[in-house]
């Protein structure tokens, strides 16, 4: 595939790049037929202004909108990045959707470009600012848990088996392991509202347990209750949510869409929305696709709470991944525009053995998740939690495993049993 030559209106010097008027992807490319610089013109003729071939309908006005390509090289490998106007956009209307059509478009199926990944997106204050962001971030979650002045990290679980629980035996489930000292309980993305556990009756049962908890111990217990569903289904769902008593919500976010996330956001249910990304790993593993720290900014943009970001142990914790969901969870934690922050959760394959590694390399502002992890435990959900609360706790004060569970023998029973399960970043 060859594109007529266009001179220079698909490039620029780097100084000529207004920030505040573009936003800027950057780009991993690899290719057999062209070096990057040709390929970065390639993506910047088909994500703005142009096509295959010269065309008569190109008016001169119309240049103004070329994507500029401004670093590359005559390699056939590395990274380019290409400015696009904000002109091209329209953040009120079109929104994410619309900004994924140019930056995470027809790209991907150029001929001669053999891989292509959307690494990151610089976006200007004025583009950022019209969106909603989250409405609660850390510091409000924490608020509502109870744990603004002892920051440790929150713990949660997910309720396992993944279905195929009725309502009342979720709501057992969510009892015990809030019983157990749990800041966040959350369905699998995989549920929804089946037959065998409907989202209203789930819903009832649990927070009915949760308020019992709360009378018991003082403490507030999240319930993520997973939406996910059709645009209709999903706003009736949330609805029925918080008539109901939900204090937090769940999506799906690559399934279901980010701008089902921001009609929430921007939209009078005021829940925590917690933000599961399966799917992901269909765009972000490889040298192809786009990276999870692009879906971090788009879920912070749209108005997610919560955001996992992956492990640095657990069943899907690899070494090579640390540095990047440092720096994921890193921006998620940081200033952005006045936007509020994202709590990073680090779930998967997690028990009490490895929770002092994944707060060594992530940090305490960090949601870790355990779900066989809990309810794997010797003496059962109730133990598991406290183990895993223990593990936090511990690992919070700088203290040993094997010292606190001297003393705290759900602790001891979960480092018994898990003992050469992930006992290292792999």
């Known amino acids: ?62 240049r103004r909108l070329a994507a500029k390509a ?33 930056v995470a478009g027809n790209l991907f199926g150029l001929a001669g470009l053999d891989t292509v990944k959307l690494m990151d997106l610089e976006l200007p204050k004025k583009f950022i600012q019209l969106f909603p962001g989250p409405q609660y971030g850390i510091d409000k979650i924490r608020k509502l848990v109870g ?4 920051r440790r990290p929150h713990v949660g679980t997910i309720i396992k088996p993944k279905v195929g629980l009725t309502p009342k035996d979720t709501a ?11 800041d966040l309980i959350k369905d699998d993305e995989t549920l929804t509202s089946q037959t065998f556990c409907p989202f209203e009756d789930r819903l009832t049962a649990v927070m009915e347990k949760l308020d019992l908890v709360k009378e018991e111990t003082g403490k507030t217990v999240l319930y993520a209750i997973n939406i996910s569903a059709t645009y209709d289904k999903l706003l009736e769902l949330a609805d029925f949510a918080k008539d109901n008593g939900a204090n937090c919500l769940m999506i799906d976010i690559l399934t279901t869409g980010f701008s089902a996330v921001q ?21 972000t ?40 969901i440092q720096k994921i969870n890193e921006f998620l934690r940081s200033d952005w525009y006045g936007l509020k922050t994202i709590f990073p959760v ?23 998740q355990a779900g066989g992890g809990v309810h794997g435990h010797p003496n059962g959900t109730r133990a598991g939690a406290k183990a895993m609360i223990q593990a936090a706790e511990a690992a919070f004060q700088n203290i040993s495993l094997e010292l606190y569970a001297q003393t ?14 992930y006992a290292k970043k792999d």
């Open 1 to 62: 595939m060859t594109f007529e030559d266009r001179g220079n209106l698909f490039y620029a010097k780097e100084e000529e790049i207004d920030v505040d008027e573009n936003i800027i992807a950057v780009y991993y490319i690899k290719s057999s037929k062209f070096s990057t610089k040709i390929a970065a013109e390639q993506i910047a003729i088909e994500e703005s202004i142009g096509t295959w071939t010269k065309i008569t309908t190109e008016l001169d006005y119309v």
């Open 70 to 102: 401004f670093k590359y090289s005559n390699s056939n490998e590395g990274i380019v990045k290409i400015a696009y106007p904000l002109e091209l956009f329209d953040p009120e209307v079109g929104g994410i959707p619309n900004l994924l059509s140019i």
């Open 147 to 150: 744990t603004s002045t002892h």
């Open 172 to 182: 057992k489930v969510a009892y015990e392991a809030a019983s157990g000292g749990l």
């Open 263 to 283: 009609i929430l956001a921007q939209d009078s249910i005021k829940l925590p929305i917690h933000i599961h990304r399966t799917m992901h790993g269909a765009l």
């Open 285 to 324: 593993e490889g040298l192809h696709g786009v990276s999870m720290m692009v879906i971090a900014k788009l879920t912070r943009l749209c108005g997610g709470d919560q955001l996992h970001t992956g492990t640095a142990a657990g069943k899907m914790g690899l070494a090579k991944d640390i540095p990047e």
């Open 346 to 368: 680090a779930s998967g394959g997690v028990h009490p053995g490895i929770v002092p590694i994944n707060i060594e390399y992530l940090g305490t502002d960090l949601v870790i």
């Open 408 to 421: 705290h023998p759900e602790l001891a029973l979960a480092l018994d049993k898990w003992k050469d399960k």
